[in-house]
């Protein structure tokens, strides 16, 4: 399944278009990307959104039963197969960010019987992390 998130990214669009017109931007979608990876990785180790939302509680049976099994560590990570299977792709325009286990989807969305804990995003901070990018990309370009 193709999970799609979508934010407010004219800022970023306009300066990136900029960029673009003089210079190969895989250099510029690679850094973006990697701002990409820290932010589902930052929700994984804090438990919370990229927006900063703290993930519901695991529900009480299944949290004893996972400390009966001797795992009491933070939530998705269990085993670890979810947050290693992020992976980035990057190009001359574009930057993403996915996870290829196929459970991620359920995490990221929710069921109707497991409440979403969202690890894909970008907060304000990323954002700005973003903008600096593109900025200290036309701050050289003008310098040359």
Excluded at 37 to 47: T, V, Y
Excluded at 50 to 56: L, Q
Aim: charged share 30%; aromatic share 8%; no cysteine.
């Amino acid at each position: 399944m193709h999970i799609e998130y979508k934010f407010d990214t004219s800022t970023i669009q306009q300066k990136f278009k900029k960029l673009a017109q003089v210079m190969d931007g895989r250099d510029i979608t690679r850094k973006v990307a990697g701002v990409l990876r820290q932010e589902a990785e930052k929700a994984f180790d804090q438990e919370k959104t990229p927006e900063g939302e703290s993930w519901e509680k695991l529900n009480e049976d299944y949290k004893k039963r996972r400390d009966a099994a001797g795992y009491t560590g933070k939530m998705l990570q269990v085993t670890g197969d979810l947050v290693t299977s992020l992976n980035i792709d990057y190009g001359d325009n574009f930057a993403v960010i996915g996870a290829s286990e196929s459970y991620g989807q359920y995490h990221q969305m929710g069921t109707e019987k497991m409440p979403a804990r969202p690890f894909l995003g970008l907060s304000d901070e990323g954002v700005k992390e973003i903008q600096a990018i593109l900025d200290r990309e036309l701050s050289k370009l003008a310098q040359e």
